[in-house]
């Protein structure tokens, strides 16, 4: 008997998966940047996020109710990936000037896997006809893309200069 091809609301199902492993996964690594931080203003903003991330999670369990599924994670490697980078980066900077310019970067490259995973997601629903779900994701897409813009920003008024500036004393 042959195998029924695979359609877009599985791959809309499993990306789900894949993100609501990626934000649990983000969860704990939140506070331990933050604690890494040196800068008050990026401990400020890991903490912010991380408050925001436990919504995203409710608003992906609600996304998973509204096509009829379980929330449940899968195993994103692509996540593990880019976290191990950032504890890499807490491990091998710690205590020099160049920290938070590290994590800075690290958080924003999870911005950036997250901005990319919402936007489909986003397009996917609408294709499918899940209106709710698309408002949903497109919520968390709303804070990733505020988030990265204050990252940036946090970057290029402090982060960067202070790691230059300590280096240079």
């Known amino acids: 008997m042959?195998?029924?091809?695979?359609?877009?609301?599985d791959l809309f199902h499993d990306t789900l998966k894949d993100i609501y492993f990626a934000e649990k996964k983000i969860l704990t690594a939140l506070p331990?940047?933050?604690?890494?931080?040196?800068?008050?203003?990026?401990?400020a903003a890991f903490q912010k996020h991380q408050a925001e991330t436990e919504g995203q999670v409710e608003r992906l369990e609600q996304v998973?109710?509204?096509?009829?599924e379980k929330p449940q994670g899968k195993t994103c490697d692509a996540i593990m990936g880019i976290l191990d980078e950032g504890k890499e980066i807490m491990d091998e900077y710690k205590g020099s000037p160049a920290l938070d310019a590290?994590?800075?970067?690290?958080?924003?490259?999870?911005?950036?896997?997250?901005?990319?995973?919402?936007?489909?997601?986003?397009?996917?629903?609408?294709?499918?006809?899940?209106?709710?779900?698309?408002?949903?994701?497109?919520?968390?897409?709303d804070e990733e893309e505020a988030t990265d813009e204050a990252l940036s920003e946090l970057a290029e008024s402090a982060i960067?200069?202070?790691?230059?500036?300590?280096a240079a004393e």
Do not use: D
Request: aromatic share 6%; charged share 25%; net charge negative.
């Open 64 to 68: 998973f109710e509204e096509i009829g």
């Open 2 to 9: 042959a195998k029924e091809p695979k359609q877009l609301a």
């Open 102 to 141: 590290g994590l800075l970067a690290a958080a924003q490259a999870v911005e950036h896997y997250e901005i990319s995973r919402y936007g489909t997601l986003c397009a996917w629903a609408e294709a499918l006809g899940h209106a709710k779900a698309k408002t949903l994701l497109g919520e968390t897409l």
């Open 32 to 43: 331990k940047m933050a604690k890494a931080a040196q800068s008050e203003e990026l401990r």
């Open 160 to 166: 960067n200069q202070q790691a230059q500036a300590e």
